[in-house]
């Protein structure tokens, strides 16, 4: 168990917010899907990634950090990323689409190709800064969620929880998730410290999120 008070991330100052909002002002580009380790990029620059069980909204949030409508397809077909997506943001990061996971309804053996691959990215990839575990407001962490969890765990790799679609909730009933999702990060020491709460909709978290990427070194 962990000692951690899991605490929501604070708004960035509007300098802090600037920085943010200039290096995601950067030119991004879809660089490469990957099926296979021998597939990757150079590991020549600082990357994050985003995981996140399918119909989290995670395209919807990367679009909307960089800006950009259409540069992580959204799909209404849940599951639809089965690839490792690399996209080049200015010339100093990766922003890294893992495939989204808990979907029922793919065949087993594309699911455990996922999961194969996924284990080999998260503990081979030196240059992984943090990895990015989107989870939907409305529903908490679900079992589902909690095995990407401990695997991150396992690759010893540093995960920090962002809530999707907070606009969609009472505040009362907001507090109720981050209490839930708080708890069940206690057994995982490689849980970030911080809840970011986001909206792709709103806007809402947006900048916070910007400026937590742009300070990791």
């Known amino acids: 168990m962990t000692n951690f008070t899991f605490q929501v991330a604070e708004d960035p100052t509007p300098e802090e917010a600037e920085k943010g909002r200039v290096l995601f ?11 296979a ?20 909204g995670k395209s919807s949030l990367i679009n909307a950090l ?9 799909s209404n077909t849940p599951g639809r990323t089965q690839e490792i997506n690399f996209f080049t943001l200015a010339e100093s990061h ?5 495939p989204g996971y808990g979907f029922a309804e793919a065949p087993v053996a ?6 194969r691959l996924l284990k080999a990215y998260l503990s081979g990839r030196q240059t992984l800064r943090r990895a990015f575990v989107l989870i939907d407001s409305r529903h908490g962490v679900k079992p589902v969620d909690e095995e990407i969890l ?3 765990n396992k690759s ?15 505040k009362g009933e907001l507090d109720k998730v981050i209490t839930q999702v708080s708890t069940a ?7 970030f410290p911080e809840i970011v709460l986001t909206s792709s909709e709103k806007g809402i978290g947006i900048p916070t999120l910007r400026h937590i990427i742009g300070t990791l070194v």
């Open 25 to 35: 002002a950067g030119e991004t580009d879809f660089l490469k899907g990957v099926v």
């Open 37 to 56: 380790m021998d597939g990757m990029p150079p590991a020549d620059r600082l990357e994050v990634c985003f995981a996140g069980r399918s119909n989290v």
């Open 66 to 74: 960089t800006g950009r409508k259409s540069l992580a397809r959204t």
């Open 94 to 98: 990766y922003l890294v689409d893992l």
């Open 110 to 115: 594309i699911v455990q190709k996922w999961q």
């Open 150 to 152: 401990s695997l991150l």
């Open 156 to 170: 010893a790799v540093t995960f920090q929880v962002v809530l999707t679609k907070t606009d969609k909730l009472k």
């Open 185 to 191: 990060l206690q057994k995982h020491p490689a849980a």
